[in-house]
């Protein structure tokens, strides 16, 4: 009758109570690392309080839900990102060449309008270099232009650089 069972044991409260404590720190460890993620990627701070709910319950499949979900980036890389762009935005807007068609910004080394694939200028047969529509000669390969463009197949050419002719 005072047969003890190994679950009565105080080697098993032991370990259980261990195990329990270790499964509450991963678990609170786990949330706190979904909280910072959050904070870092997740610029609305309605839904990185979301993310740090979700990263507290259901425990550990919050978390694992939470990084098929969360975004790709982290708010700074977006911020330079879109830096970075729009310093390219300005650079091409001061020389205030436009594509035709879109009236995106293009660049005079362009060959294609890059927003609408609108073939703005003739590419060198030999090195692809883009060509300006008065040029005889490729000036980087010295491959002769040929005279014309196939009939037909006018290309456009941004409006500063149309020729007058
Ligand atoms: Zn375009
Ligand atoms: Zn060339």
Redesign the pocket.
Known sequence: MIAETFFDSSTWVLTRNLTGFLVVVFWLTTAFWVYKDARRRIDDPWLAGMAAVLGLVPPFVGPIVYLFLRPPDSIEERRDRDLDNRALEDRLAERGLRCPVCRGHVDTSYVVCPVCSTRLKQA??????PLEAIWQA?P????PVPAAAAPGEELLQPLRNRPTT
Do not use: H, I, Q
């Open positions: 060198c047969g030999s090195c692809g270099a490729c980087y390969c010295a491959e």
